[in-house]
């Protein structure tokens, strides 16, 4: 797959979710404010089909949605789109609104179903047939296709366009009835077949789909259209601002058309540029793919694009929010960098987050002077940003582990970890330095002999001796050993001839089942967020995850790639 893409860069400035920010849609609702337009009104909607989780990209409209009915005093319904028995489940529509609470919106009680005003679509059906706006046609969907023509290229007329109204009155009703095939008979818009616009050929408003609906069951066996559904729902709910995304944009003439053909309620359809994010895929039938394929273990995998995804991961609603704020409201379509939403979680949980001490992937570590049964207790600080969290004690004692890269046999110049003879500081601890390396028959280094220097402690010797480096580490006989997944992006960015290619990233998930972790992530909680210490943020899952094998996810590592990007 591929998509073009802007170089444009957004979300320079920093800003924080303040009320007076501004974008053309605002602008266009405050005229309408003051014009009076719909008596100051003004109500919003959140439209989803209930065919897939809500991703990245539905919380910028949701985002803005919400967003523009709080500020103006108004309403935001919640409205699902549920049109299409065939692809639809309870499932969805009930992940749908926890994800929209996730983030921290609420639609009160308003909580609509396009299918709780399937009678009164209905009824405008008959409306517009009884006006000889629209006619029911016995061509099949590929001969439909045909009939369209293309966009250099009129349509032609159906051959059964001009059927009397009574007798189209007639055989909706029996369409309606079930007396016909799936497929056999549509109901169409009669507008123009010669329009420049695809959408004006005749629209299909109704078929026949013999698929029990998750909500009204068989009462039903045709189903209106998306454009037949979406602005008759909305006049119904007395929506003012109807704002969707710019594929839309071609669809407003019928979406007014058939408003104005009815003479109800108009509301105003408003088209803003959809979210496109690197590195990853957005749409519900790609990510379903991705699901159906085994590419991921679900739609909550932690590397997938969705919400429910992301909270399992540990991004918090309010980085998801300033992310949508950050990313802004344009009419013409750009791709934003994961690194800025990674940014903003690093942020948040910056201030947020215990700092904790944990080893991924662990060498063991044997201080020869320290007395063999001693235990200590250091104390260690929670959170610097934030005193009131307090500190902690860890407990140090002669064997700990440390992190595999901490240390080199052979370092290069300007290496300041642990090698041979070299002197490092534990983080809330003591100098250390290497006298010894022990590997196995193979060469592989399975210890690490050191002495340490017990003036040193707290990370500062008395003669005022330097060390540049400071490692983080565990007492090996306190830690615990839990399971910890890193993950990269689902997809890699090829860049050719101006082009993105995503091509799948073999590397996106690494799981590391011997990690040890200091003594006080024992009342670590499945959603609980902290800070390893020099490797990120992580997040105790919360599928896999139990008292006794703790599982932890990393949310984003502590390397802000953001800011590179920013000034490049
Ligand atoms: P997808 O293409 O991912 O399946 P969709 O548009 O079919 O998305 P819907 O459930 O119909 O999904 O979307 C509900 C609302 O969310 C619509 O108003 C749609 O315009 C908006 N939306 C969907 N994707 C994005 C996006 N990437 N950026 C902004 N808004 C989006
Ligand atoms: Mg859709």
Redesign the pocket.
């Known amino acids: 797959m591929s998509m073009h893409r802007t170089s444009e860069k957004i979300g320079r400035e920093p800003t924080d979710e303040s009320k007076d920010r501004s974008d053309f849609i605002r602008t266009i609702i405050e005229e309408d404010n003051k014009t009076g337009k719909f008596g100051g009104r003004v109500i919003t909607r ?4 209930p065919n ?1 989780y809500l ?1 990245i ?2 919380a ?2 949701i985002s803005l949605n919400f967003g523009i009915a709080a500020e103006n005093d108004g309403e935001c319904h919640l409205r699902f ?1 549920d049109t299409n028995p065939a692809k639809e489940e309870v499932e969805y529509v009930q992940a749908i609104q926890d994800d929209i609470r996730w983030l921290g919106y609420d639609w009160g009680e308003h909580l609509y179903f396009a299918s709780d005003h399937f009678s009164k679509l209905y009824d405008f059906a008959v409306e517009l047939v009884k006006a000889n706006k629209a006619y029911v046609c016995d061509l099949n969907p590929e001969e439909i296709r045909q009939y369209r023509g293309t966009l250099t290229e009129p349509g032609r007329n159906s051959p059964y366009r001009d059927r009397p109204y009574e007798e189209n009155l007639n055989l909706l009703e029996r369409m309606k009835a079930g007396e016909f095939d799936e497929g056999a008979r549509v109901l169409r818009a009669k507008i123009n077949m010669a329009s420049g616009n695809l959408n004006m050929r005749d629209p299909v408003l109704y078929r026949i789909v013999k698929t029990s609906h998750h909500r009204t069951q068989d009462n039903w066996c045709i189903y209106p259209t998306y454009d037949f559904a979406h602005g008759q729902s909305d006049s119904i709910e007395g929506v003012t601002h109807s704002i ?2 710019t594929e839309f944009e071609d669809h407003r003439p019928l979406y007014d058309w058939i408003l104005d053909q009815l003479g109800i309620f108009h509301p105003q359809q408003i088209e803003f540029a ?3 994010i690197s590195n990853t895929v ?4 790609k990510l379903a793919d991705l699901v159906e394929d085994g590419e991921v273990t679900g739609w909550n995998d932690p590397r997938m694009p969705t919400l429910t995804a992301m909270r399992r991961r540990g991004y918090t609603p309010e980085a998801v929010r300033t992310f949508c704020t950050r990313v802004g409201v344009a009419k013409r379509q750009n791709v934003v960098e994961m690194a800025l939403l990674e940014h903003l979680v690093r942020e948040d949980l910056n201030i947020k987050s215990r700092r904790v001490m944990a080893v991924l992937r662990p060498i063991r570590v044997v201080i020869e002077n320290y007395p063999k049964d001693q235990v200590e207790e250091l104390d260690a600080i929670n959170n610097p940003e934030d005193p009131s969290m307090g500190s902690r004690k860890l407990p140090f004692s002669r064997e700990l582990y440390i992190e595999e890269d901490d240390f080199q046999e052979d370092p290069p110049k300007k290496y300041f970890r642990l090698a041979p003879g070299r002197e490092v500081r534990l983080r809330y601890g003591y100098f250390i330095t290497c006298v010894g390396v022990i590997k196995n028959q193979i060469g592989d280094i399975v210890e690490l002999r050191c002495t340490y220097d017990p003036q040193s402690r707290g990370g500062q010797a008395p003669d005022g001796r330097k060390v540049k480096g400071t490692i983080h580490w565990v007492s090996a006989k306190h830690a615990q050993r839990v399971e910890v997944r890193l993950y990269e992006y689902l997809f890699k960015s090829v860049e050719s001839d101006g082009k993105i290619e995503l091509i799948s990233n073999p590397n996106s998930l690494e799981t590391l089942r011997d990690c040890m972790a200091e003594p006080s992530l024992i009342d670590a909680i499945p959603g609980h967020r902290f800070q390893f210490e020099r490797l990120g943020y992580f997040c105790v899952d919360t599928e896999d995850s139990s008292p006794t094998s703790l599982v932890f996810n990393r949310t984003v590592t502590l390397r802000d790639t953001w800011s590179k990007i920013q000034h490049r």
């Open positions: 959140f439209p989803p089909e897939g991703h990209g539905h910028k409209s789109d969707c995304t959809r979210l496109n957005m749409s519900k039938r």
